[in-house]
């Protein structure tokens, strides 16, 4: 380009014989779509005001929050290039829909703020456990990461509490479940129930069974019985 001194190597070839990231893919610009299209098909660069063709090897991996397939219809993403970055597709479900996790990530975020800000928070309040299972994170683990990060700054006390986490009580929620199929919501009960205890004592079997009330043999049967692993 015009004034330049210099040749400067770009991202995708400092990335040589290692991984390329691209995130949010999906919000690429047409032209940029192209661009990526060529080098996918190719696997050569030419740097910005060079003219050498300059081959690169290496693992492209892809990440979005869009429905690519939705994308395609609008005419809004290249099916090509869909095609060639979909060899392998790992669908991430959202943190509403991994029971257990929220409370794991939770504690594990605790500790990380904790450290950072020389708290001394020692876990979270019976009330706090229950809003953070209760709540649909709209925003996902940052979401989390952020209202715990708040909790710990602003708890007045050792332990955090919804108030803390600027999160309703489960107590107070006016939403009620759909599902009336008494088996249905029985077995959802006792998974929420086998998950909920694992996160609590960090996947010790012994100490869950103590909180579940049952024997170590049941509680791998129940764990064998959801695909708890």
């Known amino acids: 380009f015009t004034g ?3 040749q ?3 991202k995708i070839e400092h990335a040589e014989g290692g991984t390329l990231f691209l995130d949010e893919i999906g919000d690429l610009s047409g032209a940029l779509q192209a661009k990526l299209l060529r080098f996918l098909q190719e696997r050569i660069i030419e740097r910005i005001g060079g003219r050498k063709e300059i081959p690169v090897d290496v693992r492209v991996i892809c990440a979005t929050h869009q429905d690519l397939q939705k994308l395609i219809t609008s005419a809004e993403f290249r099916e090509d290039l869909y095609y060639r970055i979909s060899e392998v597709t790992i669908q991430i479900p959202p943190l509403r829909d991994r029971d257990g996790d929220t409370i794991l990530l939770a504690k594990d ?3 990380k703020f904790n450290q950072h800000n020389a708290n001394t928070i020692k876990g979270f309040t019976n009330d706090a ?3 953070l299972e209760a709540y649909p994170w709209p925003g996902n683990v940052r ?10 700054i602003m708890a007045e006390t050792n332990q955090v509490t919804s108030d803390d986490l ?3 009580s ?3 929620s006016s939403n009620e479940p759909d599902n009336l199929n008494l088996r249905q919501v029985r077995e959802e009960a006792d998974k929420r129930a086998l998950l909920h205890a694992l996160a609590l004592v960090e996947n010790n079997v012994s100490k ?3 909180i579940l009330g049952v024997s170590r043999p049941t509680l791998y049967d129940l764990m064998n019985k959801y695909g708890i692993k």
């Open 4 to 6: 330049a001194a210099k």
């Open 8 to 10: 400067t190597r770009g």
């Open 109 to 111: 975020f605790l500790n």
């Open 129 to 131: 456990i229950a809003a």
């Open 143 to 152: 979401e989390l990461e952020n209202k715990v990060k708040r909790a710990v």
């Open 166 to 168: 600027e999160l309703q």
């Open 170 to 172: 489960a107590g107070e």
């Open 208 to 210: 869950a069974s103590k």
